[in-house]
């Protein structure tokens, strides 16, 4: 397909561009204690979230990034983490998100991760942090034992009811609170436990989940999930079923200077799809082909006209991608069936499924930094399976540089 066609048709379909706007942010505070969690735009003492677009209440700001029936960004979001080395899923919609590399004067040492706010009732505060933290034992104690015992208790064997009542033995925190926890079975760790902590006189909950793997025995990967008391349940049953089962560590990364990639714009770059024959090749737009499918690969700027002005984060990127949904569906005999969205280091991508007329389709949209749109978009005849894990795979061999500052301790995705 023609450059000028194909982004004709890419602007149409997407019916408006849009920027975002970036929220004030902050790093989600160390591990241990109560207190924790992923508090990422500052409180005001009215009750309204402070940031870029001026005080707004907590549910204005959750309404602007919820997207309407016609247009679903999906709730599920795959986190890949290829610097502190996992990967996670995450069941819930997010309103925003931080990336966290700080020290902290603890035992936590580096701090190495993400940061989230959830979309939740207007009832309290949804938050999650995923990270990875330094695990250095106590003076005297050899790693092995440090990881494998709890207050100085071999967790090999230890019952639920004897790993709670040990830390009651050591620990005040039950005293004001209502606890709960345990020890989890997982694959490769060499210990992991749970804990549920909720202030007797607080309305939120707090669960924690911590691993220490085999493979990395010096470092501690923690989730926190914090949450109103009347969404417990809910929550908990999310945590278990999809958040803690999806964590695992990163495969060792392969070298990637052999691999071959194509120019697209500066900064963008493609993977080379493996059998697809190269139809075109011209500045900021590639068309590859194979058999039935087509694959072409471009950019176009995002305007100002959009709902959210300033710098282009993650509510404006989910904005972006609703609104290419809800335009699909506005042509007659179109579709979106499938849509999933993925935060690999810096980027945020949403990988979109669909067909229109007798055309199936599945685009991959990245917003860069710098306020450009990168599409890689396959087609081929209505009833091709586009979702097959090699397709996704060559869609999502779209490469966007950071076009900021990534070596500072904390930013805004």
């Not at 029936?69 to 080395?85: F, H, N, R």
Request: charged fraction near 25%.
């Amino acid at each position: 397909m023609k450059k000028l066609v194909f982004t004709a048709l890419l602007i149409a379909s997407l019916g408006m561009a849009v920027t975002v706007g970036a929220q004030q942010a902050y790093s989600t505070q160390d591990s241990k204690g109560v207190g924790k969690g992923a508090f990422l735009t500052s409180q005001a003492s009215n009750g309204k979230q402070s940031s870029i677009l001026g005080d707004v209440s907590s549910e204005t700001l959750a309404n602007m990034m919820r997207p309407n029936p016609a247009a679903i960004i999906p709730v599920a979001t795959e986190v890949k983490d290829p610097e502190a080395g996992y990967r996670i899923m995450i069941p819930w919609r997010l309103l925003d998100a931080v990336r966290v590399d700080t020290a902290v004067p603890t035992e936590s040492g580096h701090i190495l991760g993400y940061s989230f706010n959830l979309d939740g009732a207007d009832d309290g505060i949804y938050g999650l942090s995923v990270t990875k933290r330094d695990n250095q034992p106590a003076k005297g104690v050899s790693q092995k034992r440090w990881n494998t015992t709890w207050y100085d208790q071999p967790v090999k064997g230890m019952t639920n009811d004897k790993y709670m009542a040990v830390w009651k033995e050591h620990s005040q925190i039950f005293d004001r609170n209502d606890v709960e926890g345990g020890l989890l079975d997982v694959k490769g760790a060499q210990s992991a436990r749970w804990s549920v902590i909720s202030p007797k006189e607080g309305k939120q909950s707090l669960f924690e989940a911590e691993y220490i793997m085999k493979a990395d025995p010096t470092h501690r990967y923690t989730l926190t999930v914090t949450y109103p008391k009347t969404h417990k349940g809910k929550m908990e049953e999310e945590i278990r079923s999809t958040l803690l089962p999806s964590f695992g560590l990163l495969p060792k990364v392969v070298d990637r200077s052999n691999l071959d990639y194509d120019a697209v714009d500066t900064g963008i770059r493609f993977l080379r799809p493996k059998d697809f024959i190269m139809d075109e090749s011209v500045y900021d737009h590639l068309s590859y082909r194979k058999g039935p499918i087509h694959l072409d690969v471009s950019t176009l700027p995002a305007n100002n006209g959009g709902l959210l002005k300033g710098y282009p984060t993650l509510p404006g990127k989910q904005t972006l991608a609703n609104a290419y949904i809800k335009s699909i569906r506005a042509i007659p005999d179109s579709d979106v069936v499938h849509c999933e969205a993925f935060i690999e280091g810096h980027e945020v991508g949403y990988l979109i499924n669909g067909y229109s007329g007798q055309e199936a389709f599945t685009t991959y949209l990245v917003l860069t930094d710098d306020n450009r749109l990168a599409v890689a978009k396959l087609t081929a005849p209505r009833g091709t399976n586009l979702l097959a894990d090699d397709l996704k795979a060559i869609v999502k061999g779209l490469k966007v540089d950071a076009f900021r500052d990534t070596a500072v301790a904390t930013y805004v995705l």
